[in-house]
């Protein structure tokens, strides 16, 4: 188990932010998981905030609570749920609740013992604003993640959008993910190998290639 400040810790924490909203985070998160788990590792999800478009019984807590078994409000504490489909600072102001801060959701994440991987999924994309006083890269650099999996669209648009969101990460280690990717596409296949060969990124199009 690896520990900070004396709280568990998982062996492997990973960020996990896209390049804008509707990208797919929780869809490649959720089956990230499931692929881990079959593999016989010990996996955990948080989502330290949420805002959404109600009704809604499948948020993304909901879906990655599913994808490890774990109970949603240990993936996302129930007072991070903002029912209201804007950035959850923005939520938070709408619906007349206190301020969102960034210290606040990281000591609101609470790992098990002796996990193998964690993933903390983010909102939006990698500059949206999840706090008052903080990004998506804000939390995941607050929280010395071991690595990013930044998830992108695989179609017209995707070079300008990982390119900025990559140079925001910097330093840190960074796995694209182009989601939807089709093969038979031209433009997939063309932007896959300029991410791979003009910029020197990892790209992965399948849950089933991540290491």
Known sequence: ????????????????????????????TSHLL???????????????VQS???????????????????NV?????????????????????VLRREPILLDDLVRGIVWPADIDVGFVETV??????????????????????DEVLLVADAGLGTLN???????CLKPLRVTVFLNRYDESSELHRLNRQWLLEKDGVRVITAVEDWK
């Open 34 to 48: 499931r692929l881990l788990k079959s593999r016989g590792l010990r996996v955990a999800a948080r989502k330290p």
């Open 73 to 93: 409000e240990d993936v996302c504490p129930r007072h991070r749920w903002y029912p209201v489909a804007m950035a959850p600072p923005m939520a938070a102001d």
């Open 1 to 28: 188990m690896n520990a900070r400040d004396g709280a568990p810790r998982p062996e492997r924490l990973i960020g996990v932010v896209g390049t804008g909203t509707e990208v797919g985070k929780t869809w490649v």
């Open 161 to 167: 959008a990982v390119r900025l969101s990559l140079e």
């Open 124 to 145: 939006g994309g990698v500059r949206a604003p999840l706090a008052h006083d903080a990004d998506s890269v804000d939390l995941i650099r607050k929280l010395v993640v």
């Open 52 to 70: 959404f478009e109600p009704p809604s019984n499948d948020s993304d807590a909901e879906q990655l609570a599913a994808a490890t078994a774990e």
